[in-house]
Nanobody
């Protein structure tokens, strides 16, 4: 059982900032990549930021320079700090984690898990 719980969404003024958090809980061996995606109704889900364990972050073009992803492995938590928000940032933001769990025998199974999504609304 693995669950992702997000927090930090809400209504923000244009030009403002916010920080989202996502906590992974359950039984697992570890987490490889943690990431944030966002989705607007009627459009495809798009990558905001991704951070491999011990690796380099990558960002979507639309948030480049305005977003920072970080993680605290001791807390199984990933964060997304965003600044200079504009109405185009309005979306449901989803946390994603590539989780390693024990499989059959000594196998290790990697599964991508999603959070429930948190609404971010940026007012003009």
């Amino acid at each position: 059982q693995v669950t992702l719980v997000e927090s930090g969404g809400g209504l923000v003024q244009s030009g403002g900032s916010l920080k989202l958090s996502c906590v992974v809980s359950g039984t697992f061996l570890g987490i490889s990549t943690m990431a944030w995606y966002r989705q607007v109704p009627g459009k495809q889900r798009e990558l905001v930021a991704a951070l491999p364990d011990g690796g380099n972050a990558k960002y979507g073009d639309s948030v480049m320079g305005r977003a920072t992803i970080s993680r605290d492995n001791a807390k199984n938590t990933v964060y997304l700090q965003m600044s200079s928000l504009n109405p185009d940032d309005t979306a449901v933001y989803y946390c994603n984690a590539d989780v390693a769990q024990a499989g059959p025998g000594e196998a290790v199974l990697f599964t991508g898990y999603w959070g429930q999504g948190t609404q971010v609304t940026v007012s003009a």
